[in-house]
């Protein structure tokens, strides 16, 4: 096992140079995936990219894998070769022969033995708390990758849009921190390479098998994932099969003519909106192309712009309904996971991709990683489209994406509507009450602010007070709470990119470290203190994580509600206005019969008589009470 996993470490593939170099003769420069693994799929598909690829015979040196087809395209800029690897096949490294009309080639393909997978590809489940964090802002481990020798200009921390040389390392030199906050999951917005100094964020790649030069290396990936796994800390990687970044070199030169939706200068754009007023909205509503895909009545061009168009007018939409795009995109995710023995994916742009390549996408990911949890990133505050696309059901177009659940946007537009805008806290209720709509409801991933959106601390009508009160609900409401970096501390920040700004601590020339207690002001340790002792709370209560959810009372100011799990019942009071006294009813519920109530949070007060139970909630507040 060692050996084999310092082979797949030292060992990458890598083109071979041809004997004689005339301008014809065959190249390859890239080898898509770079190496594999034995008894992991029956089969490869290996992208080539290079020249004069025009292939009439690839054959490889190690006896029980066959080449069992080729196909050169793009003018032999590209050549996929599909190899079997039978059960029987030993591991090391081919070497795949390629002959064309005006030479040969060859390419290296090491494959290696399975590392052990205890510990590896866990999944989540509601016991865990999960905290996003932007590589790049978060802390500085390495200052010699600030600046990569092919990158000049794109590092500076005093501009927005720079790389501000957050990288991996930082991410693993702070694991102590965040252990000791007390989240146990990560998410990572992506690592792979980018091609832009402006590409801080990760969203546009140009190479799906790199790290981004920035961030670290893959084995820094690696030791990352194995360092969190040793504390009991799982990884969600960020993926995005929808598309790549414009400077990806496939953009100029697609591998197939129908690899991306459209081309750089031709494509639909994923924003534009077909009839703002289709369903009766304003025209400035943005999201009514959500609204057609749910809808069965619409004819496929109201949809057709926002799964084909390119995000934002101008990413490259991956054409995921072409078999070869679909292979090669199933097996980037199954390379990230069996180079890293990451837990999950969250899963970016989850509407703008056919739900057919969902469907395959996850039956091919689940065959080998059955336990491994996929997040999709549906950003709408309407449940009914939101729930269209949990996994675990069929809707009416017969296909069940298969996706293991959804960031809870509706949850997070209340909050934001109850705790700044003075909407009815009954709100809250009515989300709940579409959990109906969801297969697994309790394992809906509910959030108050992320890197997409301004800081909750930095909301117009936010306070200190608020930014606790957005916490309380998140870690004790029904689901798998997330939550972004710095709020913890309540960072300031406002639109993209300003809610992403440095972890203060992060960077060896900073001034105070937030990262310690020492380093915190009396207003960042007071809503840390708070969080941290919720966290705790979670994991001391299994009620609180895993525990059914019942109504107890809901009003224009008031929710209470219970978590009930096998042997224990929690009461959360909720109030968002001024202090109050409440009489709730428990008849009913698991809770009729407590004969008393133990106040673990909060100041509100409650008193038992029978089935019923006085409750005095101070102004603002949220307390939560264990009922025996
Ligand atoms: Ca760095
Ligand atoms: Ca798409």
Not at 329 to 342: H, M, T, Y
Request: hydrophobic share 40%.
């Amino acid at each position: 096992m060692v050996a084999a996993s310092l082979a797949a470490d030292v060992l990458v593939a890598r083109p071979r140079q041809a004997a004689s170099s005339p301008d014809n003769s065959p190249v390859v420069t890239k080898v898509e995936p770079p190496n594999w693994w034995l008894r992991l799929t029956p089969e490869l598909m290996v992208l080539l990219s290079g020249r004069h690829l025009e292939a009439t015979g690839v054959t490889c040196n190690l006896s029980n894998l066959v080449v069992e087809r080729t196909q050169a395209t793009a003018g032999g800029n590209y050549l996929f070769v599909w190899l079997k690897l039978e059960a029987e096949l030993k591991s090391g490294t081919a070497v795949c022969r390629i002959s064309t009309p005006t030479g040969t080639t060859s390419f290296e393909l090491p494959l290696a033995a399975r590392e052990q997978t205890i510990h590896k590809f866990q999944g989540l489940t509601t016991a865990v708390v999960v905290y996003l964090i932007m590589p790049d802002r978060f802390a500085n481990g390495d200052p010699s990758n600030d600046e990569p020798t092919d990158a000049q200009g794109s590092h500076d921390r005093l501009k927005l849009r720079t790389y501000h040389g957050g990288d991996l390392r930082g991410i693993r030199e702070h694991l102590d921190y965040l252990k000791d906050l007390g989240v146990t999951t990560l998410w990572l917005t992506p690592i792979v390479k980018n091609g832009a100094t402006e590409d801080y964020h990760g969203y546009s790649a140009v190479d799906l098998y790199g790290v981004e030069p920035h961030l670290g290396s893959l084995r820094e990936y690696q030791e990352l994932v194995a360092a969190g796994h040793q504390q009991r800390m799982k990884i969600l990687f960020d993926i995005v099969p929808n598309h790549v970044g414009p400077k990806h070199p496939w953009v100029a030169q697609p591998p197939l003519p129908d690899w991306f939706h459209g081309t750089a200068q031709r494509h639909l754009n994923a924003s534009a909106p077909v009839n703002g007023a289709f369903y009766g909205e304003g025209e400035n509503q943005g999201h009514d192309l959500f609204e057609a895909i749910v809808d069965p009545h619409a004819p496929p061009r109201l949809r057709r712009n926002l799964t084909d168009g390119w995000f934002a007018g101008v990413l490259p939409d991956m054409n995921t309904e072409n078999p070869m795009v679909a292979q090669y995109l199933l097996q980037n995710a199954v390379w990230w996971a069996e180079s890293s023995g990451l837990d999950g994916f969250r899963v970016d742009t989850f509407p703008y991709v056919s739900r057919q390549f969902w469907a395959r996408w996850h039956a091919g990911l689940r065959r080998i990683y059955p336990q491994l949890t996929t997040i999709g990133e549906v950003f709408h505050p309407d449940a009914s489209v939101t729930s269209f696309f949990a996994g675990g059901q069929k809707r009416y177009d017969g296909i069940d994406t298969g996706v293991s659940t959804l960031f809870d946007y509706p949850m997070y537009f209340v909050l934001h509507d109850v705790l700044l805008n003075g909407a009815p806290v009954g709100r809250i209720a009515d989300v709940l009450r579409h959990d109906a709509l969801y297969p697994r409801p309790d394992e809906l991933v509910t959030f108050f602010g992320n890197h997409d959106v301004p800081r909750f601390a930095s909301a117009e009508g936010s306070s200190a007070a608020k930014l606790k009160l957005a916490f309380g609900l998140t870690l004790t409401l029904r689901g798998i709470p997330q939550l972004y970096y710095g709020d913890e501390i309540g960072m300031p920040g406002g639109g993209d990119p300003d809610n992403r700004r440095d972890f203060p601590g992060g960077w060896r020339e900073d001034a105070k470290s937030a990262f310690t207690e020492a380093g915190r002001t009396r207003e960042q340790q007071e809503v840390f203190t708070w969080v941290q002792t919720l966290l705790r709370l979670r994991r001391e209560h299994a009620a609180l994580g895993s525990g059914h959810l019942w109504h107890l009372f809901s009003d224009e100011a008031t929710y209470i509600f219970a978590r009930e799990s096998e042997d224990e019942r929690v009461l959360v009071v909720f109030n968002n206005s001024k202090a109050r006294g409440v009489d709730v009813t428990l008849r009913d519920t698991p809770l009729q019969g407590a004969a008393s109530a133990t106040r673990l949070f909060g100041e509100a007060s409650v008193k038992l008589s029978g089935a019923e139970a006085h409750v005095h909630a101070p102004a603002q507040s949220l307390s939560i009470f264990v009922l025996n």
